[in-house]
């Protein structure tokens, strides 16, 4: 089983940057063990179970629960067939187009 999970996470108070805030998150993801991917808008992360991820979003909450308002955006992609999802979906779309893909 395949949950891939896109996170954006972080307190609405504070100075422009959000960066410091996002960088604990990222630590703890590392620690978690879990595959991921960093982008500048969110971050990906597979795990083998919604427990997992769900649990995982949750101690993301924690790392900044001391702030007054945190917004938060997580996404799902579910799929029991599948391990290694998020290079085997770029691996699919790749092989569909003319061009490399640029990451």
Do not use: W
Request: aromatic share 6%; net charge neutral; hydrophobic share 45%.
């Amino acid at each position: 089983m395949s949950v891939l999970m896109e996170l954006s996470m972080f307190p609405l108070s504070g100075g422009e940057s959000k960066s410091a805030d996002v960088a604990q998150i990222i630590k703890l993801i590392e620690k978690s063990g879990f595959p991921y991917k960093l982008t500048a808008m969110s971050t990906v992360v597979e795990t083998k179970t919604m427990k997992e991820a769900l649990q995982l979003l949750e101690e993301a909450y924690l790392q900044l629960e001391e702030n007054d308002r945190i917004y938060a955006c997580a996404k799902f992609d579910i799929r029991a067939s599948r391990v290694d999802g998020m290079h085997q979906k770029i691996a699919s779309v790749q092989a569909k187009v003319d061009v490399p893909i640029k990451s």
